[in-house]
């Protein structure tokens, strides 16, 4: 298999890669420093789905959420919906969030990362139906990739998705588009800094997307020349950033010799872990 690429295959990948991809990695995004996990995210989502959430602007991030999903069953009882994470099944399961009112109740599964465990679906739908309410129920399947659950058949799939009583979203397209809606909101009065925050958020949901969509490009050619290409230039990162040091250590040293008047010595200007660029003149110890 060759593994040699014209410049203007190369081009070609790159031109092909979706629009919106890199973007919002122009901006600062503290939530890399801690990378929330599936049962941070659920509780961050959670809290800001509550009407009585730390956030302080009582209904208006769920009813943003309940606009993403078109689901209008609450009513006005969103105003006093209760909000529970990790809620408890009688089959000894944990939902990820509910959302419930007297009129409706409303089940989230969130799986931004791993695969559905052995029936977990089957026995939320099981339990929702159990504690549905006067406008019934119905359980939202969040899949990073947006692929099905494995415990329901294709067919009752399409039933309950006809019936408005399950359906599946991609995790970080609805995430990401609800957090747009969320900031769109006239937050007159930013109680601490929430407004900061949603931006955070959201370019963090932003990135994961474009991950995906990234991955989508990679893998929706069956010829996989994109795939040989993606994993060419991947193989090359490591000499492209050690150009790029050895390149920004030269500058360095230019510069420094210059102001200086003095040559400046420079040792390590490639990279290893743990090590810097160290730069040298005669009466310097270290």
């Not at 991947?234 to 950033?241: I, K, L, M, P, Q």
């Not at 790029?244 to 290893?272: C, H, M, W």
Request: charge should be negative.
């Amino acid at each position: 298999m060759s593994t040699s690429f014209s410049e203007g295959e190369l081009e070609a990948f790159f031109v092909g890669v979706p629009e919106s991809v890199g973007h919002v990695r122009e901006r600062f995004r503290p939530f890399e420093y801690f990378r929330p996990g599936e049962v941070a995210l659920s509780r961050i989502i959670a809290d800001l789905l509550n009407p009585e959430g730390s956030h302080g602007y009582a209904d208006r991030f769920l009813v943003s959420f309940l606009g993403c999903i078109s689901e209008t069953r609450f009513g006005d009882t969103a105003k006093t919906a209760t909000v529970t994470p990790n809620y408890p099944t009688e089959d000894g399961r944990l939902i990820d969030i509910t959302v419930s009112s007297d009129q409706f109740i409303l089940g989230i599964e969130n799986k931004p990362w791993a695969r559905e465990g052995h029936e977990q679906v089957t026995d939320y739908l099981r339990e929702l139906q159990r504690k549905r309410t006067a406008n019934g129920y119905r359980l939202l399947y969040l899949s990073g990739d947006g692929s099905s659950p494995s415990s329901l058949q294709p067919q009752e799939i399409k039933t309950l998705t006809r019936e408005n009583r399950f359906q599946v979203f991609r995790y970080w397209k609805v995430v990401s588009s609800w957090l747009d809606c969320c900031q769109r909101e006239r937050l007159d009065d930013d109680k601490g800094g929430i407004r900061a925050f949603l931006g955070f958020f959201h370019r963090y949901a932003s990135a994961q997307e474009e991950a995906q969509m990234l991955t989508e490009h990679i893998l929706g050619d069956r010829t996989w020349k994109r795939l040989r290409i993606a994993l060419a230039v991947a193989n090359s990162a490591d000499e492209v950033r050690d150009r790029i040091i050895r390149a920004f250590a030269a500058d360095i040293k230019q510069a420094l010799s210059t102001a200086l008047a003095e040559k400046v010595e420079i040792e390590n200007p490639g990279y290893e872990r743990y090590t810097g660029i160290y730069l040298g003149r005669p009466e310097w110890s270290y």
